[in-house]
């Protein structure tokens, strides 16, 4: 039997249509993402922490679920919004229909509804916290529920989704990498294995001489969710191990990076989320088309004088890149790992390998 669902929004807007996946509530903040494919490495991206994500595909879930896509172990997202989802789907690879994992995950979520009308709401007015209900509750009440709950700011999700402990991702003969978990893909830590690199995940607090005491070739500031500024010692983390060995920094690793060099930053009225936000390397002069996924950026202004801004987002000029040649270190905003996205920022893995090696 098909279940009600309403989406409330702290604006007030109200959608309502179908329950899908696991019945209940769930609060989070409204975000949607571009990408046309890719759902299941989305759903699970730590960096979807505490939000509820809009898809903003006419349909979803066409090609099913295959486990060795998540990026995390099971879903991350706080909910799911999609116009119109897909029961039987078709691919070889598929395991599993999208609702069936969404129900497994205890993941909440509404279809049926208005994207479009959803999106524009979001682009005009700016991410917003908001609620999914299928267990029929009023509408006034879920509005004020929703104005009720906390936003992004100030929230250090980071430390709530890292590890608790250190663990070893893979062996490798090229040396040892060690990657600061604020909420790390998986798709990143199988491209450092591919480069034949040994691979240990540690968690967001571990210290810097900890760090160091591992002997490692390489540190990588992982992605996350959250407020950059608030995740707890991450800034005096990285500015301890600037200059001591080979950084690089993605996504709010770039963030964390920029934050340890006296750079502040900032949130953004909606966020970049999707597959095709075209980004120009200053450094190689070319453009690259990225996968992206942050609700934050950095303040270029705050960098002047103190770190090289290496990439530009092409759509609305914020900071996309940073590089502090000096000290061994660079970082992007973006996910070169490409878990989904387009394979253009692959190079910079090799980047990383060649600062290494020299």
């Known amino acids: 039997m098909t279940r009600k669902a309403t989406l409330a929004l702290a604006n007030g807007e109200v959608f309502d249509g179908f329950s899908v996946g696991a019945e209940g509530e769930t609060v989070g903040e409204v975000v949607f993402n571009t990408s046309h ?27 099913g679920i295959h486990l060795d896509d998540e990026q995390a172990g099971g879903a991350q997202a706080a909910g799911f919004i999609a116009r ?5 789907p078709s691919n070889w690879r598929s395991q599993e229909s999208l609702p069936d994992w969404l129900k497994r995950q205890r993941v909440v979520g509404i279809e049926g509804i208005d994207t479009r009308k959803l999106v524009r709401i979001l682009r005009t007015s700016g991410a917003q916290m908001g609620i999914i209900d299928s ?13 009720r709950a906390p936003g992004m700011e100030g929230q250090d999700l980071a430390t709530k989704v890292s590890t608790r402990e250190a663990y070893r991702f893979a062996e490798g003969k090229k040396g040892e990498i ?12 199988r ?3 591919e480069m034949d690199y040994g691979v240990t995940v540690v968690p967001s607090r571990t210290p810097a001489s900890e760090i160091l005491a591992r002997k490692p070739t390489g540190v990588v500031l992982s ?12 800034d005096q983390q990285a500015r301890e191990l600037l200059g001591k060995v080979p950084l690089m920094g993605i996504c709010l690793g770039n963030q964390i990076l920029a934050l340890a060099m006296g750079g502040k ?53 914020t900071v ?36 290494i090696e020299k």
Request: net charge neutral; glycine share 12%; with cysteine.
């Open 37 to 63: 494919t890719g759902y299941h490495e989305i759903l699970t991206d730590p960096s979807y922490a505490g939000q509820l994500v809009t898809f903003t595909v006419s349909e979803v879930g066409n090609y």
């Open 84 to 88: 119109r989802v897909c029961r039987t």
């Open 135 to 147: 267990t029929g509750a009023s509408a006034q009440a879920l509005v004020e529920r929703a104005r």
């Open 178 to 189: 060690v990657v600061v978990d604020y909420g790390v893909k998986r798709g990143i830590l």
């Open 191 to 193: 491209r450092l294995a």
């Open 223 to 234: 992605n996350g969710p959250g407020d950059p500024a608030a995740v707890v010692g991450a």
């Open 265 to 317: 930053t900032y949130k953004l009225k909606f966020g970049h989320r999707g597959g095709n936000h075209p980004v120009k390397d200053i450094i190689g002069d070319k453009i690259d088309m990225t996968a992206q996924n942050h609700g934050f950026a950095v303040d270029a202004k705050s960098l002047e004088g103190k770190i090289q801004v290496t990439h530009v987002n092409l759509y609305d000029g």
């Open 320 to 355: 996309e890149g940073i590089a502090a040649p000096d000290l061994k270190a660079f970082a992007v905003q973006y996910h070169p790992e490409d878990s989904p996205g387009p394979h253009d920022s692959r190079y910079l893995f090799k980047r990383f390998q060649e600062m």
